[in-house]
């Protein structure tokens, strides 16, 4: 069902570009749209980031390693200028964000399963490598602001729905005290984790962005989504801070 959601939205949005476009540059709707002041727009690139707690916590002692993972954003939008320079941009996009990371931490929050010793809880110290990826349907609105016939900002806020999402991993050479740091010592080779179940559906944040107009209707953008709730949800207790996704967008826009 998830997937099924996934992919009618994105024929959507192909849908929409392409009935704006079929007819030709300058068919009757866009002339009409173009007079009332609403632009279109399709917009494709890669993103690179990370879900990460800000600042870092005491428990994570280093990053030995960080894959950005291939990561992609699809989006169409509209724009409504009121005057030369003010707008207003609504929009959908499908999206990806996910990355893999390996971590040396201690006294960290554990709930994981070993081969051998089944269910284990307390505090970890060794190495955690973490794999995270997810899907969203996102809707920003966007303030937009023409600096010159080239260049326009954008900045406001997005919503987004998380389609699939998979959190999970795998602790290794490390040992676990049983409930809490100060508890029984457990030597543990490897063992994994999987708390993609307690990802939240619903997330929001703040987006900032930046468009570069190249050609008459080819544009290079950046945007940068910063998100402002836990990725968890409330009832999740296993992870002990919040954690955020922070992303930077990089791709091209073709404005109709």
């Not at 099924?4 to 929409?16: C, E, M, N, R």
């Not at 559906?201 to 468009?211: C, L, T």
Request: hydrophobic content about 40%; overall charge positive.
């Amino acid at each position: 069902m998830k997937k099924k959601i996934f992919l009618l939205s994105l024929i959507a949005i192909f849908t929409l570009q392409y009935s704006v476009s079929a007819q030709g540059d300058r068919t009757p709707y866009l002339i009409k749209s173009a007079f009332r002041g609403i632009e279109y727009q399709v917009k494709a690139g890669f993103s690179i980031g990370g879900v990460s707690p800000i600042p870092l916590p005491a428990e994570i002692r280093a990053i030995e390693s960080y894959n950005p993972t291939l990561l992609i954003a699809v989006e169409g939008n509209a724009t409504k200028w009121f005057d030369d320079n003010w707008g207003l941009l609504v929009g959908i996009r499908l999206e990806n964000k996910g990355m893999k990371t390996d971590a040396k931490v201690k006294n960290y929050n554990m709930v994981m399963t070993t081969a051998d010793q089944g269910y284990m809880s307390g505090a970890w110290t060794g190495y955690v490598r973490t794999k995270v990826r997810n899907s969203y349907l996102t809707f920003p609105v966007l303030a937009s602001y023409k600096i010159s016939s080239r260049w326009l900002i954008r900045g406001g806020l997005y919503a987004s729905y998380m389609a699939e999402g998979d959190f999970s991993g795998t602790a290794y050479d490390g040992y676990l005290r049983n409930g809490d740091p100060t508890g029984e010592k457990v030597f543990v080779t490897e063992a994994s984790y999987d708390f993609s179940d307690d990802l939240r559906r619903f997330a929001w944040g703040a987006q900032i962005s930046g468009e570069w107009r190249a050609f008459k209707h080819l544009n290079v953008y950046a945007d940068l989504t910063w998100g402002l709730n836990d990725i968890f949800k409330s009832s999740f207790d296993v992870i002990t801070f919040n954690m955020y996704p922070i992303y930077m967008n990089l791709g091209f826009a073709y404005a109709f």
